[in-house]
């Protein structure tokens, strides 16, 4: 009997289970089998940086002064010219307008005759330079819009200008 108790543990047990699985009223469910395990990812090339803009120019215009009644170019003013005239050359699709003043002393009208002399001047500079004519527009305001207020000598040299706007 000892050697048979072990026996029926051993397939009794089994057993039972088996039946109670087969007479439940229940449906059985059995389990999916497990996926397959994805295969691996392929590797994700590291993105490339995009380009850097190129960085932006200030154009390097500076006014240039001019003399008391004159509208002759002022040796100070050469090497500016030339570095406008350089400027442009390189960048083909920007214009200039070359806007001139004077100082206070004198009348609307005749300032405003100066002041396009020294536009003009400006101007042919540049164009004997190799800048098109048509990148470059002459205008005069005369003593209309001084760029410094006061009538000391320190003041009216600062109105006696050329200025250049880019567009």
Same mark, same amino acid.
């Given at each position: 009997?000892?050697?048979?108790?072990?026996?029926?543990?051993?397939?009794? $047990?089994?057993?039972?289970? *088996?039946? =109670?699985? *087969? *007479?439940?009223?229940?449906?059985?469910?059995?389990?999916?089998?497990?996926?397959?395990?994805?295969?691996?990812?392929?590797?994700?090339p590291?993105?490339?940086?995009?380009?850097?803009?190129?960085?932006?120019?200030?154009?390097? $215009?500076?006014? $240039?002064?001019?003399?008391?009644?004159?509208?002759?170019i002022?040796?100070?003013? #050469?090497?500016?010219l030339?570095?406008?005239? /350089?400027?442009?050359?390189?960048?083909?699709?920007?214009?200039?307008? $070359?806007?001139?003043?004077s100082?206070?002393? =004198?009348?609307?009208?005749?300032?405003?005759?100066? =002041?396009?002399?020294?536009?003009?001047?400006?101007?042919?500079?540049?164009?004997?330079?190799?800048?098109?004519?048509?990148r #470059?527009?002459? #205008?005069?305001y =005369?003593?209309?819009?001084?760029?410094?207020? /006061?009538?000391?000598?320190k003041?009216?040299?600062?109105?006696?200008? #050329?200025?250049?706007?880019?567009?």
């Amino acid at each position: 009997m000892k050697t048979l108790k072990p026996l029926l543990r051993t397939l009794m $047990i089994p057993g039972m289970l *088996c039946l =109670g699985a *087969c *007479c439940s009223m229940e449906d059985v469910v059995v389990a999916p089998p497990a996926p397959a395990p994805a295969p691996a990812p392929a590797p994700v090339p590291a993105p490339t940086p995009a380009p850097k803009p190129a960085p932006v120019v200030a154009p390097p $215009i500076s006014d $240039i002064y001019f003399d008391f009644d004159k509208s002759l170019i002022r040796r100070d003013a #050469v090497s500016r010219l030339e570095i406008i005239a /350089g400027w442009m050359k390189n960048n083909p699709t920007k214009s200039v307008v $070359i806007e001139a003043h004077s100082d206070e002393k =004198g009348t609307s009208k005749y300032n405003r005759a100066l =002041g396009q002399r020294r536009a003009n001047a400006a101007r042919d500079y540049l164009v004997k330079h190799g800048v098109k004519a048509s990148r #470059v527009k002459a #205008v005069s305001y =005369g003593k209309e819009k001084p760029f410094v207020t /006061g009538s000391n000598d320190k003041a009216l040299a600062q109105n006696r200008r #050329v200025h250049f706007v880019v567009e």
